[in-house]
Structures are given as structure tokens and as C-alpha cells.
């Protein structure tokens, strides 16, 4: 092996580690582009089956870009999303969009109406949250992942699904922003 072949694999292999490590830590995108179909109705109907708001309904919201948040309360994956959340919620206030959160209990002591109430009050949420305790709505969507992310168009039908923690300025932060502004403009 001549000096400069040496040099050669050494400089291949540094590359490639140096790639697989940027990919590593990127925070790579999970998104996955739906088939447009229409998204199910919240099947939630009891006024105690919600924190924040009446219940809801696809009809009720026809018009409205959704994001649908799943989430679970011990989930710290969740919750180290909330700042995110709330940050797109603030952007996108004076448009006609809206966060759905949907809280499909991991544990049996997440499902007490009154400890979900109270991590919603810590948590600061304020836009409407569907109990899901029977993981209906997460058996309607196919869901399997704390937190996941679904936008729903304006016309109700499922277009993109994410999964995982978020951070503002991340690559996911943005796919779901660049998402949601593209279904706001059709």
C-alpha cells in the first residue's frame, strides 16, 4: 500500500464518519405525507372528555388547518415539545389554524381527568385537549408514538404525520411550519 492510497482510505473513512455523525445529530425530519383521506371525527362526545374547550367536531372546525398533538403527561419527550407548541401556536394565532391535543394516557394514572388537568394548568396549554383514554382516536389514526404530529387540512382530510420531540429551529420544527403555511395558502 503506497503512502498516498493509505492516505486515501484514511480520508474515506474520516468522511464517512464524519456523515453518519452529522446525520446522527441532525435532528432528521420524520415526516410522512398522508394519503389525503378524510381525517376521523373526534370520538369524544361527553363535555368531562375535554379540557379547554366543548367538544369538538371535524365539521365544527371545516375551514381550519388542525395540528393534532398526541401526547401522554410522563412523556418528558412530549413535554420538552410544549415550548414548540406553543411558539407555532403564537404564529400562527391570526390564522385560521389550531392545535388539537389529544392525551392518550402510556400509564394507569394518566388517565384521572383531575392529574391531566392539573399538568395541563402546569404545562400552561390552552387550546382544546381530547381525552382518549380508550385510544380510539389513536387506533383511528394508526398512531403508535408520543408525541406525534398530524395536520389536517382546511378541508378535513390527513396530508402529513410526524413523530417525536420538536424543538423551535429544528429541521422538524420547520418541516411542520413550511406544512402547515402550504395547507393555510390552498
Not at 385560521?96 to 400509564?107: A, K, L, N, Y
Request: with cysteine; aromatic share 12%.
Amino acid at each position: 500500500m503506497t503512502p498516498l492510497t493509505h492516505t486515501r482510505r484514511l480520508s474515506v473513512a474520516t468522511l464517512l464518519v464524519i456523515l453518519a455523525m452529522l446525520l446522527l445529530f441532525s435532528g432528521q425530519v420524520s415526516a410522512k405525507h398522508l394519503d389525503t383521506k378524510p381525517a376521523p371525527d373526534f370520538p369524544q362526545r361527553a363535555a368531562d372528555g375535554w379540557i379547554n374547550s366543548s367538544p369538538l367536531t371535524m365539521a365544527g372546525l371545516a375551514g381550519k388547518v388542525l395540528l393534532v398533538d398526541f401526547w401522554t403527561f410522563d412523556c418528558w419527550n412530549c413535554y420538552r415539545s410544549f415550548p414548540w407548541l406553543k411558539g407555532v401556536e403564537r404564529q400562527f394565532e391570526e390564522t385560521d389554524f389550531q392545535v388539537i391535543g389529544v392525551h392518550s394516557p402510556e400509564f394507569e394514572h394518566e388517565r384521572d381527568l383531575d392529574k391531566v388537568r392539573a399538568k395541563v394548568a402546569e404545562f400552561g396549554l390552552e387550546h382544546p385537549i381530547m381525552l382518549d383514554n380508550d385510544f380510539a382516536y389513536w387506533k383511528a389514526l394508526g398512531n403508535q408514538y408520543w408525541p406525534s404530529y398530524y395536520l389536517i387540512d382546511k378541508q378535513g382530510r390527513l396530508r402529513y404525520s410526524f413523530i417525536g420531540e420538536t424543538h423551535a429551529n429544528t429541521g422538524q420544527a420547520q418541516a411542520i411550519e413550511t406544512a402547515i403555511k402550504a395547507l393555510l395558502a390552498e
